[in-house]
């Protein structure tokens, strides 16, 4: 043992050179690795929503509430009905994953000085701007992009158990694979999440914020502000201003993309959910000025996370 | 020799408490420092300021660089542990390991892995499965394999049993220590480090009670244990700390010889703890 730590010194630079910082890129990802390490919640919940999903694909009974059975005779609509049932199925694992990663982002910040570790973390090379960064990282890019990627291969599980099914004769055969419609319903979800991330990134910015400023109960004090003020508000002055805001932030993204002009099942027929992508004004809505200065806003909450926890000092 | 560690009025205040009140010292390349000092007489704050963990007014240099605004720089020569179970709960040995070789440019990991080999800890394992001991084993294992010029450590051994403590400074002093490293620790157990440090800064209210090394100790302190009759003759001599053990005197002085005391008693260089003692209950009463 000792014979290494001198043979390792020996090797080592003399002392008073500097050595050069690991690339950022590298480090980054050493600490993108250990948010999943830590946080296992936001790889094992689309797991087991995956899982879940692909037992009530196996099991479950589809209904269809068409009037005009005929319909379904027709090739073009069994494949509407195959992206329709793509794009349910993918739905509650988006879900899981926002919340997933809500809690993710209030904890992750107020977790490492509950438990002192902070203390290690920063015995270490690592700017506070690059810890933080990892964490929208994670949030941002690396979550979301592995629940487009699960969601699409999950997709192809679900579309074999159905197929079985079918040729097991326990299914009517109400929908038809079209390699095409598959990859243009998940092009659609691609797109929509990307915008998702930019549209709601400021939220990410607040419960970083949060998580980074709490001393207690990261969780209350991320949701009372938003539930007391338009109250506040409210009781003071008989306005809505915030509660009109906050309600723009949630959903003014799917107003701007015109959401409620797609129509992908009607009385009397279904149409491919990648007919959307005709339908959705992705330029308008990546072209709002509200976008943009939420991500502006986003930059400016996740830069003062990175200020608390550059000063802060009371571990 | 260059100075690791360069302080000169350092100073911080938390609301009305002065944690640091104009502290100055110097730490030299290649030495074993202890911060001495009881609770809250400011060594963590001391420590804080030199890892850039807060913010002080004052002049501070740390191989050269600002703690504060350099931080980044200075923790790729600098490791530190804080105290004992700071190592997060859910890591993984394996994990640990892996997390420092992606972020330090001086780690090697086959020393930690070599270390880790004589100690009962398993690379499967979890920091929350290890006994307090073996999370230090763990950090100590992490620290040596980091080609760091200085490394700090407040109250390293901390509630850990006598064996894990001994082990711990002793792994330190043989596998890690070398004239181009500079080791700079706080600890209640003073007794245990006695054999160890080079140099001793007493630290109380804030302020530096007393800074020299060792061997400056043993030139300018004596300690002489008489019997009680001779006590009063002795006290002529201005002892600044007396104490009674077993019904003779102990005596403490500063800068006599021992021409001036032999005659008295018992002669001997006092221990840093006997010599902790007495400058800070000294500096009490006064």
Known sequence: MSGTVADMTASAPPAGTTLAAKAPGEVLIALVRREFWEHRALWLAPLIVTAALAVCVAIGR????????ELIQSEAQRVAVFTIIQAVLAMPLYVVGMFV??????????????????????SLPVSDALTVGAKVVVALV?????LFVLASLAHLLYAAILGARVLLGTLAPVFTWSTYEWLRTELLMLLVTALAVLWYAPIAGYLLLVSAWARRSPILLATLPVVLGPLLEWVAFGSHYLSGFINYRVNGIWWLLGVQHARIVT???VYSVGTALEVLNFRAALTSIDLWLGLAATAALVYAAIRIRRYRDDS | MTAVIEAHGLSKQYGATRALDGISFNIETGRIVGLIGPNGAGKTTALKAILGLTTFTGELRVLGLDPCRERDALMREVCFIADVAVLPRWLRVSQALEFVAGVHPRFDRTVAESFLRKTDIRMSSRVRELSKGMVTQLHLALVLAIDARLLVLDEPTLGLDLLYRRSFYDTLLNDYFDKQRTILLTTHQVEEVENLLTDVIFINHGRVALSASVEDLGKRYQQVTLAAEQAARARALQPFYEREVFGRVAMFFEGRTPAELGSFGELRTPSIADLFVAKMQGTGSR
């Open chain 1, 101 to 122: 990663v809500s809690f993710y982002l209030l904890d992750c910040l107020y977790a490492e000085r509950k438990d002192r570790s902070i203390l290690f973390w920063k």
């Open chain 1, 267 to 269: 009385k009397h027929a």
């Open chain 1, 62 to 69: 589809i209904h269809l509430q068409i009037e005009d059975s």
């Open chain 1, 142 to 146: 690396a979550v979301p992009l592995g």
